[in-house]
């Protein structure tokens, strides 16, 4: 069985598609949707959308949350809080759309693996509520404090997004964290799964903003028979994505959304100041 996996759409309609017709060529038997339909872009209303009437089981993720008013953001994301505000104004009015964010998972469990957003040692338990903190990104020192939870979690795959740069982070039965990434210009990666080992996949942004500097919609395929993990970079024309962001006024306002034009327009992540 082939499994597909995508999600941080984040209201980018180029990327989107591109990563439908990737999937259309694959023929998957299963499809999952990691969440972040909207956020930042200011167009979170067709993603969502898009999503909706295709039906894929999905996740929640921070962004459809904050936007559905569900959890409430750290008072220094002031970047994200406007993109929230600006997404909330286009998708409030759509019949139905909220109710549908706040309907999602925080996570699905099927026999073979987890589907989660970030991470599931964090989410809630039983009827508890979500917060900001069930979605802090994963640096070093995150990674470090999950893995007693990680050896003790009961299936061998989890597959999320959130942190926009794709990666498979592998734990061995004994010995540490083995982190698996693309070089810098590859299509895909294919890692074979171990047996002695457990798996936390980071299937990167479809949408961007991309974090690792490669303007690319990021998606992973599960093979069972394979017994393999795949991820994929898969390229899309930039251009017109890039003329409506460059031509949004509400971009100039976000610094983040200012660097994600500028690395379209360039091809390459602006120089760190
Ligand atoms: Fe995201």
Redesign the pocket.
């Known amino acids: 069985m082939r499994v597909y996996f995508f999600?941080?759409?984040?209201g980018n309609a180029y990327a989107l598609e591109a990563c439908m017709k990737h999937m259309d060529r694959i023929k998957p038997d299963e499809v999952y949707c990691l969440?972040?339909l909207a956020?930042?872009l200011p167009f979170g209303d067709r993603t969502l959308e898009r999503i909706r009437a295709a039906g894929f089981p999905t996740v929640a993720?921070?962004?459809d949350l904050l936007i559905a008013g569900a959890i409430v953001d750290r008072p220094e994301q002031i970047d994200r809080m406007q993109a929230t505000a600006y997404n909330a104004g286009l998708i409030f009015p759509v019949p139905g759309a909220i109710e549908f964010l706040l309907g999602l998972p925080l996570a699905i469990r099927s026999e073979a693996f987890t589907v989660v957003?970030h991470a599931p040692f964090v989410l809630p338990s039983g009827t508890g509520e979500p917060s900001i903190r069930c979605f802090d990104y994963l640096d070093e020192k995150a990674l470090r404090g999950f893995i007693p939870a990680w050896r003790d979690y009961p299936d061998r795959l989890i597959f999320s997004?959130?942190?926009?740069i794709p990666a498979v982070y592998e734990l061995p039965d004994a010995g540490d964290v083995v982190i698996h990434r693309h070089g810098a210009r590859d299509e895909s990666l294919r890692i074979r799964i171990e047996e002695k080992s457990r798996y936390w996949i980071k299937a990167g942004?479809v949408?961007g903003p991309y974090r690792d500097g490669i303007p690319a919609a990021n998606s992973v395929v599960y093979d069972s028979k394979e017994e393999t993990i795949t991820l994929h970079r898969i390229g899309y024309d930039t251009g017109p994505l890039y003329e409506t962001l460059a031509s949004h006024r509400f971009c100039r306002n976000l610094p983040t959304m200012a660097k994600y034009v500028e690395l379209l327009r360039s091809g390459k992540p602006p120089a760190e100041k």
Do not use: A, E
Request: no cysteine.
């Open positions: 999600g941080d759409l984040h969440g972040d956020g930042w993720g921070n962004h957003h997004g959130h942190d926009h942004s949408g």
